[in-house]
């Protein structure tokens, strides 16, 4: 394992803690006293993030209390060294070495596949499916893509610590069937595991979830709005899924569909 993949490690083991980052920014910093191969620069980036955020949740807790009267001068300070901050962040951001070494590789290699700066700290992509990444604590947090992409999230964790993907398409469910388990199984098309269904799970997209948090765990998923119904999602007959896969195990078997129940 490389010192960056050992640092990637420790900062995707604990996204909360600072700590690993910030320790992370000083080996980068060290390794390029002379700013000539990125790496000093990759660690101002994720210092400017780490104070942008804590300035952010200072000034949220600010504004409900001391400061609900007015503005005065702690607060013109904060707002000065925000709005700087922010103007630095752009500045990284902004140098095309730069968001292209900070960003996973497979989000902007291959044939029709482009990568721009759009309102930092996000980038815009273009192929594969993939729609905006963004930047938090100075790494790729957070994907905004299609289903099909998830094909590729195994290796995008692998270079970015990801808690968040919004999903432009839902992801297509294969249902499979155990004798030996309690509901029928499900995984995502193009995946190997399977996973048994709860039966207190009745709609669509409550079984997505439910795959999806399975297969790619310390990940928060959001799902595109269902089309018609005003977003509402199609309710989820367990039952009937259970009967046709037992009549299909049935068919394919042999066996009598009394025998392929479970008991």
């Keep these: 394992m490389s010192d960056h993949s050992a640092f990637l490690a420790a900062i995707a083991a604990a996204p909360e803690d600072t700590a690993p980052r910030r320790v992370y920014a000083d080996w980068l910093e060290e390794n390029d006293p002379r700013q000539e191969t990125g790496d000093w620069h990759r660690g101002q980036f ?6 942008l955020e804590r300035l952010r949740e200072i000034g949220e807790v600010k504004r409900k209390t001391q400061w609900l009267d007015g503005p005065d001068d702690e607060w013109r300070r904060h707002t000065d060294r925000t709005e700087f901050l922010g103007h630095c962040q752009s500045m990284l951001l902004r140098e095309p070495r730069h968001f292209v070494n900070w960003t996973p590789a497979i989000l902007h290699s291959g044939s029709g596949v482009g990568i721009r700066v759009g309102a930092p700290p996000a980038v815009e992509l273009t192929g594969k499916g993939f729609k905006s990444a963004r ?8 994907l905004t893509c299609s289903a099909d992409c998830l094909a590729y999230l195994d290796a995008i964790r692998a270079e970015a610590p990801i808690r968040e993907v919004e ?10 069937f155990d004798p030996t388990a309690s509901g029928p199984s499900v995984r995502i098309r193009g995946r190997d595991k399977w996973h048994t269904l709860p039966e207190n799970i009745t709609e669509d997209d409550e079984a997505e979830l439910f795959v999806l948090k399975a297969e790619w765990k310390g990940i928060t998923f959001h799902l595109p709005p269902r089309e018609g119904g005003g977003g509402a999602s199609a309710h989820l007959d367990l039952a009937d899924v259970r009967d046709n896969l037992i009549a299909r195990l049935a068919r394919q078997t042999g066996v009598p569909e009394d025998q392929a129940r479970p008991r």
């Excluded at 994720?46 to 104070?51: A, D, G, P, S, T």
């Excluded at 999903?167 to 499979?176: A, D, N, Q, R, V």
């Design 46 to 51: 994720i210092r400017v993030q780490l104070e």
């Design 135 to 142: 930047f938090r604590g100075g790494f790729v947090e957070v």
């Design 167 to 176: 999903l432009l398409t839902p992801p297509i469910l294969e249902y499979g």
